[in-house]
């Protein structure tokens, strides 16, 4: 269920000396966040494939889903919005794992997701036959789609991708994944209060995620990131890509029919 945005009060007079309390234990986290160039060199930027499930058993109408892995970068909110004008209205939940990237280009993402009424899990796409990034690749010709696979409760997602996760009308991280450096802090106070906003407008009680204890490896438990609504659920990300799903009537937007006629 969406929850609605809460309204949240600007920083200044107790609430900004409580939030200067609460974060100066993740300041080191939040100084890796202040430039898209501090993520991970070697992960390529973020790209999105439509994804049919090829669980046995469940054509001819199976889940799809969308594939989210690599580097959140200045372009990477073009690419979704290109995706799913592919997709022509049809919802697909998102499959996430990233390790961040650019927090501005996240929030852009996050608020077209939103807009767009998609789902969100952490997890891994592991693709059959043509991989996600293999060009001119025909293994899959006569099954439906062109890509083809299952979706795995493993990976994480971290700094800019928790933003995209926060986004999702159901926001899920299962046993296997990792949800961690969750931003609370964007280089000076302006950036700051436009990171608080969004969170707002996103339903996630900011100023009590800041206070929240963390474990020695700084993170939270999943059961406190679904208390402050970063997460609605502890859940694998077969809640939304497992074929059982399409079973149910009405079956879910993200389940499609397919038949011959689709190779013509």
Same mark, same amino acid.
């Given at each position: ?65 969308i594939s989210a892995a690599g ?8 690419? &979704?919005?290109?995706? $799913?004008?592919?997709? @022509? !209205? +049809?919802?697909? /939940?998102?499959? #996430? ?111 009590? &995620?800041?206070?929240? $204890?963390?474990?020695? @490896? !700084? +993170?939270?438990? /999943?059961?406190? #990131? ?10 694998p990300v077969g809640q939304l890509v497992d074929a059982e799903i ?19």
């Amino acid at each position: 269920m969406e929850v609605e945005a809460q309204a949240w009060m600007p920083f200044g007079g107790k609430v900004r000396h409580r939030l200067r309390g609460a974060l100066l234990p993740i300041c080191l986290v939040a100084c890796s966040l202040l430039s898209p160039q501090t993520t991970m060199a070697n992960e390529q930027e973020m790209r999105f494939v439509v994804v049919r499930s090829n669980q046995a058993g469940c054509e001819p109408t199976c889940p799809e889903w969308i594939s989210a892995a690599g580097t959140i970068g200045p372009k990477t909110p073009a690419l &979704l919005k290109a995706s $799913l004008k592919t997709l @022509a !209205g +049809r919802r697909l /939940p998102l499959v #996430l794992r990233s390790p961040g990237g650019d927090m501005a280009a996240a929030m852009a993402l996050g608020r077209l997701i939103r807009k767009s009424k998609l789902d969100v899990a952490v997890g891994t796409t592991v693709f059959t036959g043509c991989q996600r990034d293999q060009k001119n690749c025909t293994a899959n010709d006569g099954k439906g789609a062109d890509h083809i696979g299952k979706a795995v409760s493993l990976g994480a997602c971290s700094q800019a991708c928790t933003l995209v996760l926060a986004s999702g009308i159901r926001r899920l991280a299962g046993e296997g994944t990792i949800v961690e450096d969750i931003p609370m802090l964007a280089g000076n106070e302006a950036n700051t209060r436009k990171l608080v906003a969004y969170y707002g407008e996103m339903g996630v009680r900011y100023q009590s &995620l800041a206070e929240r $204890l963390r474990n020695a @490896a !700084g +993170r939270l438990h /999943p059961y406190q #990131l679904s208390l402050e609504l970063l997460l609605t659920g502890h859940l694998p990300v077969g809640q939304l890509v497992d074929a059982e799903i399409c079973r149910a009537t009405p079956a879910p937007d993200n389940c499609r029919v397919f038949t011959t006629m689709d190779l013509d």
